[in-house]
């Protein structure tokens, strides 16, 4: 994986939309990258960055981040340990399971979060323990295999309350558990990482630190629907692609 420049937007633009919407990050760098250098490569590529920012996002914000630490996960255990237990069968599909298929559950959650997003219409579930229990462990599933675990999760966190801040922070909270489990099954795969692209992944990693940066300011200015909006039909172009390289290399 051999740095380009087109690089440098892309994760500027995803960190940029994190900092103001709480997400988004992930989703767009794995639509973008998976069709140039595979989904389990595009996964490595991203994953300390994604890792970090949702670090930042979690504990980051008022109230200071050992009060972020420990009140989330005291407060939000059992979401978590779901999640992790999907997120490590989701990261194992990564290396049994023919990329070219999640490639296309990718293309399919990817486009169903941008479509629906688009149309305005918000999947609510019911506030229960089964719910938590279901869809913490479906989100945790494709967030391990396709990086696109806020578009499940949403459901759950949007029944459970309208604060923002709660949700941003419960769900990158989430998130960045994903990230270590997929750290541990995928641990053979990240040694053989080449030095070069670990130098390009720091690299990303301090740009999209950047990003992030700006978004939160940008987000206390600017209307961040707007932005939203073009990130989202992005997005579905993204989607698209992703989905016939899927076919592709089912055909082919």
Not at 161 to 170: E, G, L, M, Q
Not at 195 to 201: A, E, N, Y
Request: aromatic share 10%; net charge positive.
């Amino acid at each position: 994986m051999k740095f380009e420049l087109w690089l440098i937007p892309l994760f500027l633009i995803a960190s940029v939309l994190h900092g103001i919407a709480g997400m988004g990050f992930p989703l767009i760098t794995i639509g973008a990258l998976s069709g140039v250098y595979g989904l389990t490569n595009a996964i490595i590529l991203v994953l300390v960055p994604t890792a970090t920012l949702n670090l930042i996002a979690w504990l980051g914000g008022r109230g200071g981040a050992w009060h972020n630490l420990c009140f989330y996960l005291k407060k939000y255990w059992l979401l978590v340990t779901v999640s992790v237990l999907g997120s490590a069968l989701g990261a194992y599909l990564l290396l049994v399971v023919n990329s070219a298929y999640l490639m296309l559950a990718l293309s399919a959650v990817v486009l169903w979060y941008a479509i629906t997003s688009l149309m305005g219409k918000k999947i609510v579930l019911p506030n229960t323990a089964l719910s938590l229990v279901s869809i913490g462990f479906v989100a945790g599933v494709v967030g391990g295999a396709t990086n696109a675990m806020s578009s499940v999760l949403l459901m759950y966190l949007l029944s459970m309350t309208d604060d923002k801040d709660t949700i941003i922070k419960v769900g990158n909270l989430c998130y960045f558990v994903n990230k270590l489990v997929q750290v541990i099954v995928l641990k053979d795969i990240i040694l053989a990482v080449e030095p070069s692209t670990w130098g390009l992944i720091i690299a990303l990693t301090v740009l999209s630190v950047v990003g992030i940066v700006i978004g939160a300011k940008l987000g206390k200015r600017l209307p961040s629907d707007k932005f939203r909006t073009l990130i989202l039909w992005v997005l579905i172009g993204l989607g698209i692609k992703v989905g016939w390289q899927g076919l592709q290399g089912i055909w082919l």
